[in-house]
């Protein structure tokens, strides 16, 4: 059975609550929920996390070595900011899909640049919370079309 690591950024555990005008009304419970029975559902092994410190994010993705087999990661704020989650992402070259609640694209300017894209085999965004599940299958299916 695989492991799926799920990092998220600052701000997600507002979910709900913060914008949901723009990132929906449920809640971080709710979501981790909703991915904890997809897991299962999809066989798969799950990690969620989530931290408002940047070092979090960079001391998970480093602990992944070698143990994880693909992570998702909504990195909030620090997606436009964080060299140093890219530098972690590009040192455990594990297979990666960047997912953001809201469509990025469609946003303010400073939303427009993605360090984490760069370590990233896809990037998901603008589909809402399912996105997140959306991200999970691309990593089962990258695995599987590697077997074949």
């Given at each position: 059975m695989k492991t799926i690591?799920?990092?998220?950024g600052p701000n997600l555990n507002m979910l709900g609550v913060r914008e949901p005008d723009i990132y929906g009304k449920t809640d971080y419970?709710?979501?981790?929920?909703?991915i904890e029975n997809y897991a299962k559902a999809i066989d798969v092994n799950v990690q969620i996390m989530q931290s408002n410190h940047e070092g979090d994010l960079v001391d998970w993705i480093q602990e992944s070595y070698?143990?994880?087999?693909?992570?998702?990661?909504?990195p909030g704020a620090y997606?436009?900011?964080?060299?140093?989650?890219?530098?972690?992402a590009k040192a455990v070259g594990i297979p990666m899909v960047e997912v953001h609640i809201s469509d990025v694209s469609a946003r303010e300017k400073f939303r427009q640049v993605s360090y984490i894209r760069e370590a990233c085999i896809k990037t998901i965004s603008g589909h809402g919370i399912d996105g997140y599940l959306e991200a999970m299958d691309i990593l089962v299916?990258?695995?599987e079309s590697n077997k074949q």
């Open positions: 690591r799920v990092i998220n419970k709710t979501l981790c929920e909703m070698n143990i994880i087999d693909g992570i998702v990661i909504n997606t436009h900011t964080s060299v140093a989650i890219l530098d972690a299916n990258l695995d």
